[in-house]
């Protein structure tokens, strides 16, 4: 079983950056395609960004893509996602998600290990 903790969300003004981490343990992360998903309050958790294991391969939301960059670290157990020129609408819980799936399916079907979430609020 792997944990996934994630860090790195506070409160920052439109076209701000923001790197978000998440932390693997129990297994490495090396076993797993990640990924990033999001939630406001009311709407469905919505894909955001997913990276193979070997970091070669990455897909993204069209609303983020030239703004985000999912990575990942797998000798530190760690996958990151760099977000630049923050608008408003990127408000939102961010949750780290790691399945043993290709990651092309994250954006359809749910991966099975997922952290806690980390807050990102972006004013105007």
């Known amino acids: 079983q792997v944990d996934l903790v994630e860090s790195g969300g506070g409160v920052v003004q439109a076209g701000a950056s923001l790197r978000l981490s998440c932390a693997a343990s129990g297994r490495p992360l090396s076993n797993y395609a990640t990924g990033w998903f999001r939630q406001v309050p009311g709407k469905h958790r919505e894909f955001v960004a997913s990276?193979?294991?070997?970091?070669?391969?990455?897909y993204y939301t069209d609303s983020v893509k030239g703004r985000f960059t999912i990575s990942r670290d797998n000798e530190k157990n760690l996958a990151y996602l760099q977000m630049n020129n923050l608008r408003p609408d990127d408000t939102a819980v961010y949750y780290c998600a790691a399945d043993t799936s290709d990651p092309y399916y994250f954006r359809s079907y749910p991966p099975s290990k997922w952290g806690r979430g980390t807050q990102v609020t972006v004013s105007s």
């Open positions: 990276i193979s294991v070997s970091g070669v391969t990455t």
